[in-house]
Nanobody, 129 residues
Framework: QVQLVESGGGLVQAGDSLRLSCAAS????????MGWFRQAPGKEREFLAA????????SYADSVKGRFTISRDNAKNTVYLQMNSLKPEDTAVYYC??????????????????????WGQGTRVTVSS
């Protein structure tokens, strides 16, 4: 059984930074693509970023490109999301997820929630203006 536990959320002001962490249980973390999503009240879950198994390939949503950075430490079974220049519209619950396939490369499919089979419980980020 795989468990994903996010941490690092909180209340910050516009322009501040936060780093989210997602700790994964299980022995196969290092071979899977990992992703970050967020969901604001009344909105659908939105793709933010993904990283392949080695960390050598990443993909970002246009809304966060240049402000957010995804990374991973396979020795610690952890994936991170560094968020800079936060805006009030970044307020949401942030989720990490494990992709369901073992493709070593990132395709457009990793932008969709249906490509992931394990999800964390989420961590809330609130950005005040």
């Amino acid at each position: 059984q795989v468990q994903l536990v996010e941490s690092g959320g909180g209340l910050v002001q516009a322009g501040d930074s936060l780093r989210l962490s997602c700790a994964a249980s299980g022995r196969s973390f290092s071979i899977y693509t990992m992703g970050w999503f967020r969901q604001a009240p009344g909105k659908e879950r939105e793709f933010l970023a993904a990283i392949n198994w080695s960390g050598g390939s990443t993909s970002y949503a246009d809304s966060v490109k240049g402000r957010f950075t995804i990374s991973r430490d396979n020795a610690k079974n952890t994936v991170y999301l560094q968020m800079n220049s936060l805006k009030p519209e970044d307020t949401a619950v942030y989720y990490c997820a494990r992709a369901s396939n073992l493709s070593p490369t990132l395709s457009l499919s990793i932008h969709y929630t249906t490509s992931y089979d394990y999800w964390g419980q989420g961590t809330r980020v609130t950005v005040s203006s």
